[in-house]
């Protein structure tokens, strides 16, 4: 295995998983209310979209590109509607210190979670592109067509930059939430539903412009 190309891969990854994010405000939300591994394995639900955009951009798949193309405004719709309701919803509920230390979510809560972060993902046509950006951007550094391995080497290294920073995020917020007073927790509560409708906002605006 090429070791550069997969940290070419990685260093992708992680930028584009790092900047801040709807998905970013919801591990930070886990983070804080459910703990290192909730947060972790809702991360882990955008990892799997951005695999599935970053190999159909590794592989030059076409078809994807111009069904995205395609489809653009009502994923964007759908994507700015699912935003609008998350955040409306989290801004709303209520959240208490008390609770929280004794309410573990099920595994299917734990699951919802994470497919939800999926769907925030899959359904921003940015984040495809992002990947056709930056693939064609580093052509010249990837050269994904010299050898049958190197598209695999680079998506590999996606998934790992995406699931570190995930890691590394999910453990800090969860570490610090012990600092948090209840008052704090839901402000921030509130203010995570608030952005996160806010990007739901952009996107619709961007939709219907």
């Keep these: 295995m090429d070791l550069t190309l997969l940290l070419t891969g990685i260093a992708i990854g992680l930028a584009v998983t790092a900047p801040l994010g709807p998905v970013n405000i919801l591990v930070i939300r886990n983070a804080i209310r ?3 591994t909730v947060a972790f394995l809702v991360g882990l639900g955008a990892v799997a979209a951005d695999v599935l955009y970053a190999s159909a951009a590794a592989y ?51 699951i919802g979670k994470s497919l939800a972060a999926f769907g925030l993902t899959v359904t921003n046509p940015g984040e495809f592109f992002g990947f056709i950006a930056i693939f064609g951007t580093m052509s010249g550094i990837l050269r994904l067509h010299e050898d049958w391995a190197r598209p695999p080497t680079v998506i590999a290294g996606v998934a790992i930059g995406g699931s570190l920073w995930w890691l590394c995020l999910s453990f800090l917020v969860s570490r610090l939430k012990t600092r948090i007073s209840e008052r704090a927790l839901a402000r921030i509560s509130r203010w995570t539903g608030i952005l996160i409708a806010a990007f739901g906002f952009a996107l619709l605006m961007e939709a219907v412009g």
């Design 60 to 110: 030059g798949v076409s078809w994807v590109s111009s069904l995205i193309a395609a489809y653009a405004r009502p994923l964007m719709l759908v994507g700015g509607l699912l935003l609008v309701v998350t955040g409306v919803w989290l801004a709303r509920k209520r959240v208490e210190i008390s609770a929280i230390a004794g309410d573990e979510p099920q595994t299917a809560k734990v």
């Design 34 to 36: 459910r703990g290192f």
